[in-house]
């Protein structure tokens, strides 16, 4: 069974940092890419930022220079460092990776991000 474990979520004042992780297991095929993405009610869900086997990255023009994505293939975790935060940042932040020749999707739970001003 696939398992997407996040943590690292929380409340930070303004300026402040969080890094978020996610831990991966139950996994087969191979991770293609892995990423985080974020949702705030009644809005789509969004990237943020995602990272390919290969280690290329992308990110969201938001949260470019702030954000630093990065993974462990050994430990199939990916990890979302979050500096600078500004209060648009809260969402809930949800891992995704993509798995195998067909790309599946799989989630995580989500973890609460609350910037306050």
């Known amino acids: 069974q696939v398992q997407l474990v996040e943590s690292g979520g929380g409340l930070v004042q303004a300026g402040g940092s969080l890094r978020l992780s996610c831990a991966v297991s139950g996994i087969i095929f191979s991770i293609n890419a892995m990423g985080w993405y974020r949702q705030v009610p009644g809005k789509q869900r969004e990237l943020v930022a995602s990272?390919?086997?290969?280690?290329?990255?992308t990110y969201a023009d938001s949260v470019k220079g702030r954000f630093t994505i990065s993974r462990d293939n050994a430990k199939n975790t990916v990890y979302l460092q979050m500096n600078s935060l500004k209060p648009e940042d809260t969402a809930a932040y949800y891992c995704?990776?993509?798995?195998?020749?067909?790309?599946?999707?799989?989630w995580g739970q989500g973890t609460q991000v609350t910037v306050s001003s």
């Open positions: 990272i390919t086997s290969g280690g290329s990255t």
């Open positions: 995704n990776v993509r798995v195998g020749i067909y790309e599946n999707d799989y």
